[in-house]
Nanobody, 126 residues
């Protein structure tokens, strides 16, 4: 259906910024929810931000990142971005791009509702 490849991770000092990219390939014409999750060892995978891959591009965020992170889409380039500003040490994690099946809105970032996953990219904030 779709394939997802993340890039843009790295190390940054607290207060700094990073932009993650998720390259989307395959059935890119289909509207669906595409989201960013993060996962630390010993913890559940947490949904961070989601966008409805469509002309409207409705977004949703978890409270801990709202106002600091911005998710966006470039449908011409088939990329979903996660702009992360005012980074904190607790944002350190592996970040994954994920997609639901076509036609399904974000309506909550529950891991089990996402069908397709990328390999992840590491973000370290010190």
């Amino acid at each position: 259906d779709v394939q997802l490849v993340e890039s843009g991770g790295g190390s940054v000092q607290a207060g700094g910024s990073l932009r993650l990219s998720c390259a989307v390939s395959g059935r890119t014409a289909s509207s669906r929810c595409i989201a960013w999750f993060r996962h630390d060892l010993g913890k559940d995978r947490e949904g961070v931000a989601g966008i409805y891959w469509s002309d409207g591009g409705a977004t949703t965020y978890v409270d801990s990142v709202r106002g600091r992170f911005t998710i966006s889409q470039d449908r011409a380039k088939n990329v979903v971005y996660l702009q992360m500003d005012s980074l904190k040490p607790e944002d350190t994690s592996s970040y994954y791009c994920a997609a639901k099946r076509p036609g399904i809105h974000c309506a909550g970032l529950v891991r089990s509702s996402f069908e397709y996953w990328g390999q992840g990219t590491q973000v370290t904030v010190s």
